[in-house]
């Protein structure tokens, strides 16, 4: 079955320092890969995604994230971490050759302290 | 550009009660899709509209659950009788078309407590 697993139900980490959500995921079929952010009392918002050409895909917020096929993974980094950035971050896929549903992981809670 | 907006943001019912959701999408996004989040978990799919006519609800308890989409814009999901395993946020989410690239954007959500 497909699925996505994101390792680390929480993460605490102090500003200003880096921090790496993890996710892997399992699939016979090609994927594509989405991170979504939702920060407290908000709704679910793109951060990045994968479709296809290069590997490393960023955000505007100073996220970014690899898409390494080899190790099934699509983790999420940033160098430098802010308070603002204290939110519920969700990995998911959607599968090639289907309708573009969208396949979710547990979530990882960011929280930032200073 | 206004978002995908949902209604009620929150509801208490009690079990057997039935209860509905609305969800108004972006205008002129074809797809729209609820799902379900349950506490401590990520979205689950529950069913899928390209328009006005159901993609994918294979994942739609079908004995309690209902969807429909009559004019291809808005959308209401039903449920009927609710259930305690049902307490849930529910989401709607749209794009402007199904497939791999397109970006889904979702509503802020209606919490569900069933008692």
């Known amino acids: 079955a497909q699925s996505v697993t994101q390792l680390d139900s929480q993460v605490p980490v102090f500003e200003e320092a880096p921090v790496e959500l993890r996710c892997n995921y399992s699939?016979?079929?090609?994927?594509?890969l989405f991170w979504y952010v939702q920060y407290p009392n908000q709704g679910l918002q793109l951060l990045l995604k994968?479709?296809?050409?290069?590997?490393l895909v960023k955000s505007i917020n100073g996220f970014e994230a690899e898409f390494n096929k080899s190790q099934t993974s699509f983790h999420l980094r940033k160098p430098s971490v802010h308070i603002s950035d204290t939110a519920e971050y969700f990995c998911?896929?959607?599968?090639?050759?289907?309708?573009?549903?969208?396949?979710f992981g547990k979530g990882t809670k960011l929280s930032v302290k200073p | 550009e206004a978002g995908v907006a949902q209604s009620p943001r929150y509801k208490i019912i009690e079990k057997r009660q039935s209860v509905a959701f609305w969800c108004n999408p972006i205008?002129?996004?074809?797809?729209l899709y609820w799902y379900q989040q349950i506490l401590g978990q990520g979205p689950k799919l529950l069913i899928q509209?390209?328009?006005?006519?159901?993609?994918?609800d294979s994942q739609l308890p079908k004995d309690r659950f209902s969807a429909e989409r009559l004019k291809g814009v808005d959308s209401t999901l039903k449920i009927q009788p609710a259930k305690l395993e049902d307490s849930a946020v529910y989401l709607c989410?749209?794009?402007?078309?199904?497939?791999?690239?397109?970006?889904?954007?979702f509503g802020p959500g209606t919490r569900l407590l069933v008692l």
């Open positions: 994968y479709l296809s050409g290069s590997t």
């Open positions: 989410a749209s794009s402007l078309n199904s497939g791999t690239g397109g970006t889904q954007y």
């Open positions: 699939s016979s079929v090609s994927v594509y």
């Open positions: 998911a896929v959607i599968l090639g050759g289907s309708q573009g549903n969208l396949i």
């Open positions: 205008s002129g996004h074809a797809t």
């Open positions: 509209f390209q328009n006005n006519g159901v993609v994918d």
